[in-house]
């Protein structure tokens, strides 16, 4: 089955480390992307990338950190430097930048 | 673009009505939008897609319409169902940023 993956759903991380959210695609997508998404709220772009080795930042791009080192894979690290990490994370892929995009389930990030 | 960070709109419907949910977009230059659908919990997911060349796209039950002069999109939802209850997201191709959203909540 073609899709995409995020793990842990929930994960909960004491302040001030660092932590790795996957996100994994088996679709060939050449574009990624991570949302932010707070209760009540839409969605906020972290970062994207159209392209294996190449990212942008997104909206909130600060405390966060990407990696697109293969084209299946687009890891979001959030880092000690982001204030109020605790919220729903979204990874999205899409064939090219300008086509729908797919989802992940989402992971839930819980900072204690 | 949109403000971002701003509550939901919320819509409630009685089951079995027609639900309208409306977005409007700020680049006159979009050919192409897409609505998506977000259960609580869930990731969104495609709806129905309308390209500019087009007024009007209807898929099993949904409806999108376009106005380009105005810069608006609705969707439509026929005979809405509990099951349609969820946050409606639309979209615009060369902005992978989303607008606030709307939360349709049916009523039985």
């Known amino acids: 089955d073609g899709g995409i993956t995020q793990s842990p759903k929930y994960l909960f991380r004491k302040e001030g480390q660092n932590v790795t959210l996957s996100c994994e695609q088996n679709l060939n997508h050449d574009a990624m992307y991570w949302y932010r998404q707070d209760p009540g709220q839409g969605l906020r772009l972290i970062y994207y990338s159209q392209i294996v080795n190449d990212f942008q930042k997104g909206d909130i791009a600060e405390g966060y950190s990407v990696s697109r080192e293969k084209k299946e894979s687009f890891p979001l690290t959030v880092t000690s430097a982001q204030k109020n990490p605790t919220a729903f994370y979204l990874c999205?892929?899409?064939?090219?930048?300008?086509?729908?995009?797919?989802f992940g389930p989402g992971t839930r990030l819980t900072v204690l | 673009g949109e403000s971002v960070g701003l509550h939901l709109p919320t819509l409630s419907v009685q089951e079995g009505d027609n639900s309208i949910i409306n977005c409007a977009y700020s680049?006159?230059?979009?050919?192409?939008f897409i609505w998506y659908k977000q259960e609580s919990g869930k990731g969104p997911q495609f709806i129905i897609d309308?390209?500019?060349?087009?007024d009007k796209r209807q898929g099993q039950r949904v409806t999108v319409l376009l106005n380009k002069t105005v810069k608006h999109l609705s969707l439509q939802i026929a005979a809405t169902q509990p099951g349609d209850s969820a946050v409606y997201f639309c979209?615009?191709?060369?902005?992978?940023?989303f607008g606030a959203g709307t939360r349709l909540t049916v009523k039985p």
């Open positions: 979209a615009e191709s060369n902005d992978m940023r």
């Open positions: 680049n006159s230059a979009s050919d192409y």
């Open positions: 999205a892929s899409s064939r090219d930048f300008y086509n729908e995009q797919f």
């Open positions: 309308i390209r500019s060349n087009m």
